[in-house]
């Protein structure tokens, strides 16, 4: 996710089922280079990540694997790394997302 050179960009790109947690935080720079370097300008990201209020059972910075990040940290990062944050949602079924939602789904375009 961090160095992939696909030569042609997209109408949306989607990071589904915590894909994004993979990372350490020092990654996710990188990562959303490559995003922005593959969307098309009028494009939209989709980033599913676990809620990091929703769970006890959530995988924790770096343990295991994991990375654990807040609403505030994502929009953060998409920010930083040139995107607008446009909705947000707690589930697939596009729920308003709230601290005790499952998952944190955002949906960003680039500014």
């Known amino acids: 996710m961090r160095g992939i050179d696909l030569s042609r960009q997209f109408s949306l790109i989607f990071c589904p089922f915590g894909t994004f947690n993979?990372?350490?935080?020092?990654?996710?720079s990188e990562c959303l280079a490559?995003?922005?370097?593959?969307?098309?300008?009028?494009?939209?990201?989709?980033?599913?990540?676990?809620?990091?209020?929703?769970?006890?059972h959530m995988p924790r910075s770096d343990v295991e694997g994991f990375s654990s990040f807040s609403r505030s940290e994502i929009e953060e990062f998409l920010l930083a790394s040139g995107f607008d944050v446009m909705?947000?949602?707690?589930d697939y079924d596009r729920s308003e997302y709230?601290?005790?939602?499952?998952?944190?789904?955002?949906?960003a375009a680039v500014a």
């Open 98 to 107: 709230s601290e005790s939602s499952k998952r944190l789904i955002t949906k």
């Open 87 to 90: 909705e947000t949602f707690g």
């Open 22 to 28: 993979h990372l350490h935080r020092d990654e996710v």
């Open 34 to 56: 490559s995003v922005r370097e593959h969307l098309l300008p009028d494009g939209h990201f989709v980033l599913d990540t676990f809620n990091h209020c929703g769970s006890d």
